[in-house]
């Protein structure tokens, strides 16, 4: 069949899975032994470079590597008789050269997602030395004067970027997460995330001091795109942060835009966005109401771009899994949630999980940038966000009516509904379905759609293993869940035990964005 048969997704005749102890404790099984088959699938596959080339962690091997880094550190709650952690590690290492790319630092290049850039290879380094000190349990690492200075030349090269970079042939927005100051702030925070000996501390501690003015430098950027929005088109749509793509596009997706950009600001410590808050809060809710007017379709950018599609893309870098992800990271943020949130935040909640479900089987495939597994990741965080930050969203709708007066009542049929259960089965319903697309499901006739075989089959973004990351995120989220049920029928506080806090610090989130607070794996 060639390309342009396929449609652009399948019709969803997935049933959400039911959510009770023995389906989970089945689907934590298939997980975990899809984890360790799909794991071995990438390493087989994909080459073991001898050499940094121009690629970055989205679809090229430095992907791979952090990939298995991430299962790595994963490793208690993947148990499995098939293989173990040092394995992973194992693979993961090898697909770090020594050395840094002989390339230079470019304005447009500073996130180690993207490619060309020696951000990349710095990144990879220092979370290799962390992995080897057994993520810092056994010995505080190290790391070369070499790497902490590219990371002090990218910060301030950041410093002084404009909101819009020139970016090959084009000129684009400096901000996003997968080229821009927003992946760079990413690696600095998953850096700071961890203790090193004294002298790599104290030669960081010039780099990790410039989080604040890199925070600032970010959101006056996401103002000055506001301000320029408005001259040319006027208040109507206009946010108070927006975030340019292309020049005089202004970004909405994950990869590209405001959905990827203020997941990692909220990931800050509190004293470095509180100014910011009511901004990212409104913002967020503007998000939502443009999001509400396309019954829970995301655009792509504002003004559109380009010839109109005959349906909107439903995918983490355009569409509106960017939007659940946001929600998901900013109803865990108990402050933001008490003081900005507004009756839109559950609107939206509910039509974009809708228009992801009916909408979100890509023929694409399973890939975490335009595949199930992507679309199903920021269910995950919304589960978690219903499941342990109940509490803080029911006093934010209460608040909202009692502060605002809103002479309208809440709408609690709709708030019945999102529960972490609605989330939760739909995200392992995807899950699971990302079993039959390609390359790990290479046999003919076994699934009744014909998936694409992604351009990088093997990689973080683009292929299968981002695929097993989606399911390794899957198993932490799942036995943290039957270990808070287990506890709950003994009357014990899962604060006390040790088993669910450490499958709770296994949630790593979203590769490259995260959502569930900084865990130091990127």
Known sequence: MVETERPQYYENTLTPLPINPATLIETLRELREAVYNGAELVHTNEPIPDKWSAGGMFKHFPGVALAFLRLDYQSSVLANQKATSSEFRQYALQRIPSGLPDMPLLPSRLSPAGSLSPMTAVTLHILSAVAESNWGSEAKPSLTPENITCLHDAVNLALNNEAIVPHGEHRMGGDEMLYGRAGLLWLLLNVRAHRFNDKTEAALASVLDMVPQLVRVIVEAGREGSKDYVQKHGK???????????????????????????????????????????????????????????????????????????????????????????????????????????????????????????????????????????????????????????????????????????????????????????????????????????????????????????????????????????????????????????????????????????????????????????????
């Open 236 to 522: 109507k749509e206009a946010h108070p942060l927006m975030y340019a793509w292309m020049e005089g596009h202004y970004g909405f997706g994950a990869a590209h835009g405001i959905t990827g950009i203020l997941p990692i600001l909220l990931s800050c410590n509190d004293e470095e966005i509180s100014e910011y808050m009511p901004e990212i809060g409104e913002t967020i809710t503007a998000l939502c109401k443009l999001c509400t007017e396309s019954n829970g379709h995301l655009p792509m950018t504002l003004p559109p771009r380009g010839p109109k599609k005959p349906s909107e893309l439903v995918q983490f870098c355009h569409g509106s899994p960017g939007i659940l992800l946001l929600l998901g990271t900013a109803l865990q943020n108990d402050r933001l949630t008490r003081a900005y949130w507004h009756p839109t935040w559950d609107q939206t909640l509910y039509q974009a999980t809708c228009r992801t479900w009916e909408e979100g089987i890509l023929s694409k495939g399973g890939s975490l940038c335009h595949g199930i597994s992507g679309n199903a990741w920021p269910w995950l965080l919304l589960h978690d966000a219903f499941e342990y930050h109940s509490r803080s969203i029911n006093d934010a709708r209460r608040g909202y009516f009692q502060r605002t007066q809103d002479s309208s009542q809440p709408d609690d049929n709709l708030s019945q509904k999102l529960t972490s259960d609605f989330f939760l089965s739909r995200a392992l319903a995807f899950m699971l379905h990302a079993f039959e697309t390609r390359p790990y499901n290479t046999a003919p006739g076994t699934s009744g759609r014909d998936y694409r075989t992604p351009d990088d089959p093997y990689s973080l973004f683009e292929g299968l293993a981002g695929n097993v990351c989606a399911w390794a995120e899957s198993c932490a989220v799942i036995q943290a869940r039957l270990r808070k049920t287990m506890l709950s029928e003994e009357g014990v506080s899962v604060e006390d035990d040790s088993m669910f806090q450490q499958a709770m610090r296994c949630r790593l989130g979203f590769p490259l964005i995260g959502g569930n607070g900084v865990r130091g794996v990127l």
